[in-house]
């Protein structure tokens, strides 16, 4: 009787192998952003075994571009003398924001330090400076030394250096997998081969990021109280295409807010995006901003969110920088890696992008703005300096003066037209506490969860963005995630230390340079040229290795040579190389 029941557990045993297959792991991670990947090693740490995918050949999504974090009642406000606490926070943001989450907002305030600062801070991340910003009544905007890069290449590192956590590049999810409700894992297809396969877990976490690069899907959300401008760019990343929204979409999740967008109006169109879509941001606090009948028509220290609105509702929504000769060492051009060339800004000035003048009536026939009201704009502003009075806007008056605004007299005189850009997604999908992904009833969907931009940061930012509050949230929610999947699924939970691989020096011996060519350095016009999917950063970068004219062995090492980094070993030594470019 015994063997024959037996005899039956082992046959049901093998027709449930058959029928639902062993899972992959017991989190799949769609996106190794700053959020996918604070969830990962959350989710990690308690033992769990982690998959994450990503469409990309390298992580980090945009934390590779951007810049700080609010970050509330640090070591470094204290030592800067800034006292700072959750209440002051919670009212910046929720003025600021208009309509934030509360119940969000009040927990990131008092989540910011403990689970956000010192979690980053035990990877080894160091901060650096704080920003002062007007949404923020304290400073609170920090960074790392250099970028966001410095933040994300550290939990890289752990992420990398753990053994139960994987990774798979140049894959994208196409679709979540289901079973009844529950969504039990993701289809994905391999970009570089084309083929599609399926992923089992029993839980999958979306951070896929915004949609901010898909222009059309940008429109399709606008809000209904400006109308969406006739030239708008994109200023996201090259994957920000809402693909996560879409995923949970279609397994029943509900949206919320996607009429709240960061939209930014002081874009330049990228000369080098071969779809003309896209704009690099650009500032100059030594210029004047006028509209198209030549005349500023705003204070230009004003707090983005109304220098932008302000724009967005002018007819059209275009403004033009007006700089002199001074004003050229103050002007920053952010956002594409090649602006680091040596060639600089220079190729914006060669194709018009930047246009140069011996005098401002020259200036205004150049880019086709009336000329006598350009000259009349610039006459009563450098009256107004001289005066110290802006009259007009208010930028500065005898008791507020401003160091940042100089006569415009020196030629040559310059000119940029700058439009609407898009940026960052405040809406997404629907979480609940939990980070679980819920439905249009507010019922959870079993198995699913999300975090970072996908979610809109859950509300955090309201109707205006903040400085520093996408990144701060995007690891928070991650880790809340990450934590949440382990806690169902009844992990263990002693979070387990990670070493600190080595950092790999490159040594200038010939012979060990040469071990790192696998690929000759010949053969690398003919790859970029291929445009093979799949190989997009790949080819971004090493054009960029081809104008900087670096030496291969500047990056691949005998330890990891030309060609994709595989071991834990070769992506540490990769690593290495992502602060040349970023
Ligand atoms: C230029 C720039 C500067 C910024 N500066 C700041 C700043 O200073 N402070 C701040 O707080 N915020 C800033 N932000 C916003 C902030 O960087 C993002 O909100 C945050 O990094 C989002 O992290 P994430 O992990 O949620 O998403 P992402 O960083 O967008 O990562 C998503 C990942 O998912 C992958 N992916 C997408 N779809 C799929 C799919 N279908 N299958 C597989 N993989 C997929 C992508 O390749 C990407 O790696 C900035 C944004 C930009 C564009």
């Not at 896929?208 to 209904?224: E, I, K, P």
């Not at 037209?417 to 507010?442: C, E, H, N, W, Y």
Request: with cysteine; charged share 20%; glycine share 10%.
């Amino acid at each position: 009787m015994r063997t024959r029941l037996a005899g039956i557990a082992a046959c049901c045993l093998a027709i449930a192998s058959c029928t639902r297959p062993l899972p992959d792991a017991d989190v799949i991670i769609v996106g190794a952003g700053i959020a996918g990947l604070s969830a990962a090693l959350e989710a990690g740490a308690s033992g769990g075994r982690v998959l994450v995918i990503d469409a990309n050949s390298v992580g980090g999504g945009h934390a590779v571009k951007a810049g700080g974090f609010a970050l509330v009642g640090t070591p470094l406000q204290e030592k800067k003398g800034y006292r700072d606490s959750p209440e002051i926070a919670e009212r910046d943001l929720l003025a600021w924001g208009e309509d934030a989450d509360p119940a969000w907002v009040r927990r990131y305030v008092r989540a910011s330090r403990p689970e956000v600062h010192d979690w980053l801070t035990a990877f080894g991340v160091r901060w650096g400076f704080i920003l002062d910003t007007p949404e923020h009544s304290v400073p609170r905007f920090h960074f790392a030394s250099g970028s966001a890069l410095n933040v994300v290449v550290p939990l890289m590192r752990a992420a990398y250096a753990q053994p139960n956590l994987d990774f798979r590049w140049n894959t994208e999810a196409v679709a979540l997998l289901r079973t009844g409700s529950a969504v039990t894992g993701v289809r994905v297809r391999d970009l570089r081969s084309g083929m599609t396969s399926e992923l089992r877990a029993p839980a999958v976490i979306i951070a896929t990021g915004g949609w901010q690069s898909d222009l059309d899907f940008v429109r399709r959300n606008w809000r209904s109280d400006v109308p969406a401008p006739a030239r708008l760019y994109a200023g996201a990343g090259y994957f920000a295409t809402g693909s996560g929204i879409q995923l949970g979409t279609e397994a029943g999740a509900a949206t919320t807010r996607m009429d709240h967008q960061v939209t930014f109006t002081t874009g330049l169109p990228d000369p080098r995006d071969p779809t003309g879509s896209r704009a690099l941001l650009s500032q100059n606090p030594s210029a004047i901003w006028v509209n198209s009948s030549g005349r500023r028509f705003i204070s230009e220290t004003a707090p983005s969110k109304d220098a932008d609105d302000t724009v967005l509702k002018l007819k059209p929504a275009t403004h033009w920088l007006i700089f002199d000769a001074d004003g050229l060492k103050t002007l920053r051009v952010r956002d594409g890696v090649w602006l680091g060339n040596p060639a600089g800004i220079e190729p914006l000035k060669a194709l018009g992008l930047i246009r140069q003048a011996g005098s401002i009536a020259a200036l205004a026939k150049a880019v086709g703005l009336p000329a006598p009201a350009l000259q009349a704009t610039v006459d009563r502003w450098n009256a107004a300096v001289r005066a110290g009075n802006d009259a007009d806007f208010g930028r500065f008056t005898p008791g507020k003066p401003d160091a940042t605004a100089r006569e415009l007299g020196k030629a040559p005189f310059y000119a940029m037209q700058l439009f609407p850009m898009t940026r960052k997604s405040m809406g997404g999908l629907a979480i609940d506490a939990d980070t679980r992904v819920v439905d249009a009833g507010g019922r959870p969907i079993p198995g699913l969860y999300a975090a970072g931009e996908v979610t809109g940061v859950a509300g955090i930012n309201g109707s205006y963005g903040g400085e520093g509050t996408f990144l701060g949230p995007s690891v928070y929610l991650g880790r809340l995630a990450g934590r949440a999947v382990t806690s169902r699924s009844g992990l263990s939970r002693d979070p387990q230390p990670v070493a600190a691989p080595a950092k790999i020096s490159i040594s200038n011996d010939p012979t060990y340079r040469a071990r790192a060519l696998t690929v000759a350095p010949e053969a690398l016009p003919a790859l970029l040229d291929a445009h093979r999917p799949g190989y997009w950063h790949f080819e971004v970068a090493h054009r960029t290795v081809q104008e900087r004219g670096l030496d291969c062995t500047a990056c691949h090492t005998p330890d990891w040579p030309t060609r994709a980094a595989a071991s834990a070993g070769q992506k540490q030594v990769q690593l290495n190389s992502c602060g040349t470019c970023h």
